[in-house]
């Protein structure tokens, strides 16, 4: 773990570099369960693949496994407290040795996604390539995408009892605000099947998710 400013304070998060040295980063934004070890292996496998993965700890080191207890985890979060977090965790990554260009690519998941959607609208400058997985809309509409310059992949459950109807005001905004959205929807699954350490975990649905977003991120980032 490392630390970085969050402006009079400090965060905490996970980094992993390639074994290059140096390559393009990307923000991982962990789900409501807090950054356990899925999440850190999420870095873990950008880093193999060429990038720079920071997670930022969005919930200060606590992480849960129930569904009720994370209900309660998250309902404590202070939004924008939270949203200066990971507005600074970007920065950290900009300027970490490692990362290559300024051009930044986000990864969010359910919880995090939202996060990721609100930093592609608040940091237009340093966000080129944002993946949603299972995530919700953030309460962004068509005037916030419009300010955004990065390309946009999501993954979803038709039906998700734990992201509708945000994912569809997503895939409706994102399009309309003119940007690109690559969405691809996994029937069967459900919410969490990416995460190795769930019972909805499906590893060849998963490998797929993940096929897909180390080519998108390639294609926008380099």
């Not at 490392?2 to 040295?21: H, M, N, S």
């Not at 060429?50 to 606590?62: E, I, L, N, Q, T």
């Not at 690519?105 to 592609?120: D, N, V």
């Not at 609208?121 to 419009?146: E, K």
Request: with cysteine.
């Amino acid at each position: 773990m490392i630390e970085f400013p969050v402006g009079d304070t400090k965060g905490q998060g996970y980094l992993a570099a390639p074994a290059a040295g140096d390559g393009p980063g990307v923000l991982v934004l962990h789900a409501w369960w807090g950054l356990n070890e899925a999440f850190t292996g999420v870095c873990d496998r950008l880093a193999a693949a060429g990038f720079v993965a920071f997670a930022p700890d969005m919930y200060g080191g606590k992480i849960v496994n129930t569904i009720e207890d994370a209900e309660a985890a998250v309902g404590a979060v202070d939004f924008q407290a939270t949203a200066t977090l990971v507005s600074a965790a970007t920065d950290a990554l900009r300027a970490h040795p490692a990362t290559t260009g300024d051009a930044l690519g986000a990864m969010g998941f359910s919880f995090g996604a939202a996060y990721a959607l609100g930093l592609a609208t608040s940091r237009p400058d340093a966000f080129r390539a944002v993946v949603v997985v299972y995530g919700g809309n953030g309460g962004l509409d068509v005037a916030d995408y419009v300010r955004a310059q990065a390309s946009f992949q999501g993954h979803f459950v038709p039906g998700d009892a734990w992201a509708e109807p945000e994912p569809t005001l997503a895939m409706r905004d994102i399009p309309a605000a003119g940007r690109s959205f690559e969405v691809f929807q996994y029937e069967g699954m459900k919410h969490w099947f990416i995460e190795p350490d769930r019972p909805e975990y499906d590893a060849a649905t998963a490998e797929l998710v993940w096929q897909r977003t180390i080519a998108f991120l390639r294609e926008q980032l380099g």
